[in-house]
Nanobody
């Protein structure tokens, strides 16, 4: 049984920071690409950041480049998303996801394992 558990969401004012964490259990994800997605009400779920197993390749959506940083610790089966300079448009449910692909990908269909999501709300 694969489990991904997110934490770190909450309410923050515009310009503030949050750090999301995701812990994987049930199998090792050292060989997997992992990603963070978000879904705002009435919108499609989109990939905001992804990282390969080595951390050598990363992907960032244009809307978060320069503000968000993804990182991972394979020994602890964790992946983190540091979010700085938050904007009201960053408000969404954020999901951690794991892919069986080794190469970087932002395609939702490449991710087979999903966490339950954590709410991030940015007030103006």
């Amino acid at each position: 049984q694969v489990q991904l558990v997110e934490s770190g969401g909450g309410l923050v004012q515009a310009g503030g920071s949050l750090r999301l964490s995701c812990v994987a259990s049930g199998r090792t994800f050292s060989f997997n690409t992992m990603g963070w997605f978000r879904q705002a009400p009435g919108k499609e779920r989109e990939c905001v950041a992804a990282i390969t197993w080595s951390g050598g390749s990363t992907f960032y959506a244009d809307s978060v480049k320069g503000r968000f940083t993804i990182s991972r610790d394979n020994a602890k089966n964790t992946v983190n998303l540091q979010m700085n300079s938050l904007k009201p448009e960053d408000t969404a449910v954020y999901y951690c996801a794991a892919s069986d692909r080794i190469s970087i990908t932002a395609r939702r269909t490449d991710y087979a394992y999903w966490g339950q999501g954590t709410q991030v709300t940015v007030s103006s």
